[in-house]
Nanobody, 125 residues
Framework: QVQLVESGGGLVQAGSSLRLSCAAA??????????MGWYRQAPGKQRELVAT???????NYSDSVKGRFTISKNNARNTVYLQMDNLNPGDTGVYYC?????????????????WGQGTQVTVSS
């Protein structure tokens, strides 16, 4: 029922930047979730949460991306963004956005709904 479409990925060199977008068909915040988030999955690894943003603009990041990634939103456009700076090869993976429920601890935060196709980010050394 809820559609999320990711875009903005690509092949870049280490040290460069990318800005990912997540377009939602409906309002990005609802009674079913308290935040939007970005996940990524590298080959052979589990999908991991990298950033969240709540309706009151509280943001959180995984340790590996703190200081380099910035999550933001535009409610009027029903869009969530992930600005990624100083990329390194460890950032390579498929990036997905999702409606999430932020828990008291980072590891207990959970995505809601089904996964979209994601957008591929590849960083060369």
């Amino acid at each position: 029922q809820v559609q999320l479409v990711e875009s903005g990925g690509g092949l870049v060199q280490a040290g460069s930047s990318l800005r990912l977008s997540c377009a939602a068909a409906r309002r990005i915040f609802s009674t079913n979730s308290n935040a939007m988030g970005w996940y990524r999955q590298a080959p052979g690894k589990q999908r991991e949460l990298v950033a969240t943003i709540t309706s009151d603009l509280t943001t959180n990041y995984s340790d590996s991306v703190k200081g380099r990634f910035t999550i933001s939103k535009n409610n009027a456009r029903n869009t969530v963004y992930l600005q990624m700076d100083n990329l390194n090869p460890g950032d390579t993976g498929v990036y997905y956005c999702a409606y999430v429920l932020v828990a008291p601890t980072w590891n207990r935060t959970r995505p809601l709904g089904s996964w979209g196709q994601g957008t591929q980010v590849t960083v060369s050394s």
